[in-house]
């Protein structure tokens, strides 16, 4: 009943290959969408060849944008909310551009920055995916590309750079299909592109997000029949779709494998940029989220009202950069853990070792999400120390995990077999006490203020993003 009584409204992403729009009834962490369309005008394509919006892309922009607002006002949506990115931002007449679909189509388009594209997309991208601890997206548009770390769903670090699917294609596979020499000299722009941005191996799950994610996508659902119900791409499944896409014309492409032609032609280009994104974060697959921006706008609309765009602008400039965030973070997440030594070593609460336990991994976790800030000298150091503590508590632990499990057995077996598992239960007991006297003297020995010293010293700035 909440869902249909939630406000009907509507976002438009005027993007540098699609103009998009999103249509839903909105709540502030749910949308029931009535209406997902799109229309590859191309606008980046224009901008790139002369640095403008040519009159033919502003004339089909115009045209779409009439349509989009009389297929929200059928479905009667109260607000519709036009966003623009790279294209437009780029543009030399991207004023000019604003002011005439104001005039056209009585649309108000607001130019957002990057680094907001990027937060709202996270919001659009994750908003079905649950709780994570860690989790990391990437929407690759035709002119710009986003990336986003969370830590609890909380953005810990974000970036937009000008590389996108189209603009890549126009700049270095423009032949049909592209030569072999356009193709390596496009891996080697970004072999070298992407490792400047300094991202190194993460764990978390990587939720790609944009056209070329989702064609993709349906690319192998159509050429290499995945099941339809598979969200995810291999870096084997884009090492083929980059072959299949370097042999046929885009013309084929879009025949065989029903694609529109405009997709088709910026699809290798769009392969070869996320493969390199997984090369470089060390990832073998990544998860596409069909939801993006749009759905971002409209649950930051439903969250904060007419101020949505002010309340992303402060998300996306945290009071705290990444590296404080890393700081406040690993600190107190090692203080946890040690607040349970005194416990631990008193031998009164079974649950303290488990709960040290948890806290070290915990802290591990935190450890993995922030070792791109950290200096690898001194961080292997404190993983080390922090990995040793985890064992040592998870061996104590799996032998309480035994003991109990043993315990439990008893009333369930006969004379005999209840004496075979107590001789078990004596020789883990024994077992047990090694381990717990093992613990303590590793506990008693172990070093947390010099711990933390080297923790605070290993935390430093390594990107300029």
Known sequence: ME???????????????TIHVVVARCLPDTLEILADELELVRIGASVTASGEISPEKCQAALTVLKDYRALAESLGALRILVVATEAIRQARNSEAFIAEVKAETGLDV??????AEAALTFFGATYQAGRQEHLAVMDLGGGSMELVFALDMRITWRTSVPLGSGWLHDHYLADNPPSAGQIKTTKAFLKTYVRDMHLTKISSPLIVTGGSANSLLYLTQQAFYHSPENRSLSREDLVRCQALLSALQAEDVARLYNQPLARAQVLLAGALIISNVMRQLHLREVLVSPHGIREGVLLAYARAGENWLAEVEGTQQP????????????????QTMMNWTREVIKH?????????RVASRRLRAALDAYQICCDPGLFNRVYRQV????????????ADVMLQYLYEQLDCLDEDEQAGVRWLMTRLQAYRQ???????????????????RQLKDSVRERTGK
């Open 387 to 398: 990995k040793d503590a985890a064992n040592a508590l998870g061996s104590a632990r799996d």
């Open 434 to 452: 090694q381990q717990q006297q093992h613990l303590d003297d590793f506990l008693r020995h172990f070093d947390a203020e010099k711990l933390e």
């Open 3 to 17: 869902m249909q009584l939630a406000p009907v409204c509507a976002a438009i992403d005027v993007g540098s290959n």
């Open 348 to 356: 009164e609460d079974i649950e303290a070792v488990h709960r040290m």
């Open 110 to 115: 607001l130019l957002i920055s990057g680094t």
């Open 319 to 334: 009071q705290e950069t990444f590296v404080q965030s890393a700081h406040k973070i690993l600190l107190e997440r090692l």
